[in-house]
């Protein structure tokens, strides 16, 4: 187990570049989540760091030690691939001794009947039997090591390919999608498992994923990729709360937060749609700004304080949370805001619906879509001041 | 079959009720399907399974090429066939033969194939050079290797006497004419098999060889154990079934280069049939000679569909 780190790392495949200097630093025993869209260069960072691409330009470093020159094989690293790419001829016992039997056995201990017959194999093979079964207990798998591949379930096949990769202490796990193959219900489970996992292993995890909530449930610190680029390296609530830039924002989340028009005024004030907001940013006086407000920052309101005046679009109700789609006037895309159930029982699509910013909730973006600093500043001083 | 039931059952939800309008649209279905498959079972009939019943009967008789009499004679080809020395020779030289050229037309086709598929480049050259012998006219590349194998001026001679090599008669010395012919067939067959494997090495997923990377496999020595062989088993099985038909099959080269000889040395199955029905004129014993081939390539067909379907097949 050990520190990663990449250092400007760049990967070209022909004259696309998929990594445009990626530098990243992976503590020892840390989850650390790559999240972004696909194609965004993600699951070739992985590749990169397992050593299975080779980086057009940059370091990778293990431990403190350039493994540039080092084949994927010599890292010491495990992975687990969305495929699972288990081997398909094999059981599931041996598919999980694989990488035991690879290390410890050369390739006349290997040989089939004849390898048996050399001095302290059987010994060997005793131990790496007892590994295996051990970690097939760990993983609930131990009445299934006789099956081959093709008889498990898309559940129990990724738990082989865990097992496969726990089975010996690497330095670092690497995990490429490894839920996306599975339906909605055992991925929440397995989500779970993986990062009970990672408490009970204290291994770094390095986990490549698409789905944002997969990141932001198992994940110490997320690292956001957008076309080759890391764009924020955070914990999931500093990713969440405070994007430093307007894809961030948008990526994560669900529902989408949103993005409202605004313009600065004197001192720094913005003003969306009308309404003069409590924080201040550092702006020149007519900058136009755009600004993102999670649907749960936005309230409805009944008192007769200036609002964002909408009417109610669609209602979506998700039994837990409900989701008002608001048209607001000057703005495109319905606001969306989040509700109790309780709260949304008198609202009725077609109504019109006053809207209010939770205080200090919302974040800045310029026109090249970075975040603007905040200076905060009470609400009622704002408007009326 | 699936189709006509959901489509019969669409016709019956359609018009409930109406009994005899459904039976006649069963039938009409029933007879549509006949008409539909009538052309391909007639042309099978007629060029398969027509055929191979003739031979059977055939070699239950006692016809001769042109002759106006007929007579059944039961077992009595066979009888014959069973207790005739050249008969039992041909048979041990097919089968010689398809154990030399089967085993090395594999491994051939597959070194060949992983030596292709790891280079970066003149894949598509390699490939083509590789394939002619598969294109080529068996009869024509029959005729070339007489002129490279002729014992005094042919190129392969020539060659050997340069560095220092006795010189062979290649085609005429009894020890070697078979392993001669088996070398021609090799080359001719292993083309053709390196393409079957080159389609299966393309079809290993990559993640496989990411996995086994990982997995601490270093050399590709182990990487082709753990990987490629066992991924390419229902190729290899299908390859392996193919070479043998086709080795069994051995009559070109025999035919343009040694006529069986010397002294019966490269006699095989299909070349014996063939003296037999059409030198010697008895087609009976000619037939049964083809039942005997049938049977062989027979019993490879059914082996090649029951493991191929039973035990080579992971996912």
Redesign the interface.
């Given at each position: 187990m050990a520190q990663v780190a990449v250092r400007k790392i760049r990967k070209s495949f022909d004259r696309t570049d998929v990594l445009r200097g990626v530098d990243l630093d992976i503590a020892h025993g840390e989850f650390i989540s790559l999240v972004g869209p696909s194609g965004c260069g993600k699951s070739t960072l992985l590749?990169v760091i397992?050593?299975?691409e080779t980086q057009t330009d940059g370091d990778v470093l293990i431990g403190e030690q350039n493994v540039n020159g080092v084949?994927?094989?010599?890292r010491d690293?495990?992975?687990v691939?969305q495929?699972y790419?288990?081997?398909?001829?094999?059981s599931v016992f041996d598919n999980i001794a694989?990488?035991l039997r690879?290390?410890r056995l050369n390739?006349w201990q290997?040989l089939p009947v004849a390898g048996r017959l050399v001095p302290g194999v059987r010994r060997i093979d005793r131990e790496i039997g007892a590994e295996v079964e051990r970690v097939a207990a760990l993983l609930g798998l131990a009445d299934l090591l006789g099956r081959?591949p093709?008889q498990l379930s898309g559940g129990q096949r990724q738990r082989v390919a865990v097992g496969?990769a726990i089975v010996r202490h690497p330095k670092a796990f690497l995990l490429d999608e490894p839920l996306s193959n599975l339906d909605a219900k055992l991925r929440v489970h397995m989500r779970a498992e993986i990062a009970q996992l990672h408490r009970r292993l204290g291994a770094t995890f390095i986990y490549v994923t698409h789905d944002q909530a997969e990141a932001m449930t198992m994940s110490d610190r997320i690292a956001v990729m957008m076309a080759g680029n890391i764009v924020q390296v955070g914990t999931p609530d500093e990713i969440y709360s405070h994007p430093r830039d307007i894809r961030v924002a948008e990526f994560i989340g669900s529902p989408k937060i949103n993005i409202l028009p605004g313009r600065v005024e004197a001192e720094g004030r913005v003003v969306v749609l009308g309404l003069p907001l409590d924080q201040r940013v550092d702006a020149a006086p007519g900058t136009a700004v755009r600004v993102g407000i999670r649907p749960e920052a936005v309230r409805p309101t009944s008192g007769s304080e200036p609002a964002w005046k909408g009417s109610v679009g669609y209602v979506e109700n998700l039994g837990s949370e409900v989701f008002v789609h608001v048209e607001v006037g000057g703005v495109d895309e319905p606001v969306l805001v989040r509700l109790e159930p309780s709260e949304a029982r008198a609202i009725a699509v077609g109504s019109p619906l006053a809207l209010l910013p939770r205080p200090s909730a919302a974040s800045f973006f310029d026109d090249r879509g970075h975040s603007l600093p905040v200076r905060p500043l009470a609400y009622r001083q704002a408007a009326h001041g | 079959m699936a189709d006509v039931t959901l489509r019969q059952d669409a016709a019956v939800a359609a018009r409930p009720g109406r009994r005899p309008a459904r039976d006649i649209s069963r039938l009409r279905e029933q007879w549509t399907a006949i008409a539909l498959s009538a052309p391909a079972l007639f042309l099978m009939a007629l060029l398969l399974i027509g055929p191979v019943a003739a031979v059977l009967v055939m070699s239950f008789t006692d016809y001769q090429l042109g002759a106006s009499a007929i007579a059944f004679i039961g077992l009595e080809n066979y009888r014959d066939l069973f207790s005739d020395r050249v008969f039992w020779t041909s048979l041990g030289n097919t089968l010689r033969y398809v154990a030399i050229v089967v085993p090395a037309s594999v491994a051939l086709g597959l070194g060949v194939a992983l030596l292709i598929e790891s280079g970066d480049s003149l894949k598509r050259f390699y490939r083509a050079v590789f394939f002619i012998p598969v294109m080529a006219t068996l009869i024509a590349m029959a005729i070339s290797w007489e002129y490279m194998l002729h014992p005094q001026f042919g190129l392969i001679n020539l060659l050997l006497k340069k560095v220092g090599l006795a010189p062979h008669a290649w085609l005429t010395d009894p020890a070697l004419a078979l392993p001669t012919l088996a070398v021609i067939g090799i080359w001719q067959l292993f083309g053709f098999n390196m393409v079957l494997f080159l389609a299966g090495l393309v079809s290993i997923p990559r993640h496989l060889y990411d996995a086994a990377e990982l997995d601490g496999v270093r050399s590709a020595w182990s990487r082709f154990w753990l990987v490629t062989w066992p991924m390419l088993g229902p190729v290899t099985m299908f390859v392996v079934i193919i070479s043998a038909i086709r080795s069994f099959q051995v009559f070109d080269t025999v035919q343009v280069l040694t006529k069986g000889g010397p002294n019966k040395a490269s006699e095989v199955l299909l070349y014996t049939m063939y003296s037999e029905g059409f030198e010697f004129f008895r087609s009976g014993r000619a037939a049964a000679i083809a039942v005997v081939f049938l049977a062989f390539v027979l019993t490879l067909t059914v082996i090649k569909a029951r493991l191929i379907e039973k035990r080579v097949h992971y996912l």
């Open positions: 590749r397992a050593g299975l084949r994927a094989s010599r690293l495990a992975m691939f495929s790419a288990l081997y398909p001829h094999l694989v990488p690879m290390r390739a290997r081959k093709g496969r | -």
